[in-house]
């Protein structure tokens, strides 16, 4: 069932929710496939007992920890998102669950099972999020893909480095 993928750089995935109950077991598919994990989505629901209401943050996590992962429900803040692992599991607007899988200083790029990805502003993302996360930590084997805009970031910021220091 897991394959680890052999394409480092491709963007985040999505995966649609497909039906209101399942935005919680739709993000942890989303995380576990960028992981390598394929076709994970319809098992997950079994896996985890989505009930008609959904899922909680506590089964969400001890599913991950199924797969190998570590997973720790936290409270933080927003500058917590720019040093923590992402991607991470954010609970949203109250009752829906959505996917961090960037961020920085003046913006978060969101995957939501219920409509797709967005790029947010902090101001907009703070006030839906009630700064609780499901951080996951993968198993040591398995190597996580890299965005190619968090690539090109890293390579803008070493440029100015070296321009201030030249």
């Not at 991950?64 to 936290?74: L, M, P, S, T, W």
């Not at 805009?149 to 070493?158: K, P, T």
Request: charged residues 25%; glycine residues 6%.
């Amino acid at each position: 069932m897991r394959r680890l993928q052999l394409q480092r750089f491709r963007p985040f995935p999505f995966l649609k929710q497909r039906d209101h109950s399942e935005c919680g077991t739709a993000c942890l598919a989303m995380i576990l496939q960028w992981y390598g994990f394929e076709n994970v989505q319809a098992a997950l629901r079994d896996i985890a007992g989505v009930w008609a209401y959904g899922t909680d943050l506590l089964t969400l996590a001890r599913t991950a920890e199924r797969f190998g992962f570590r997973a720790d429900g936290v409270r933080m803040q927003y500058e917590n998102l720019l040093s923590v692992p992402l991607p991470l599991v954010a609970h949203y607007r109250g009752n829906h669950f959505v996917v961090v899988y960037r961020a920085t200083e003046s913006h978060v790029w969101i995957a939501d099972p219920s409509i797709g990805k967005e790029k947010l502003t902090k101001d907009e993302f703070l006030a839906r999020w009630n700064g609780i996360a499901l951080l996951m930590e993968p198993p040591p084997q398995i190597v996580p893909h890299t965005d190619v805009a968090d690539i090109l970031e890293r390579y803008r910021q070493r440029q100015r480095t070296l321009g201030s220091l030249l």
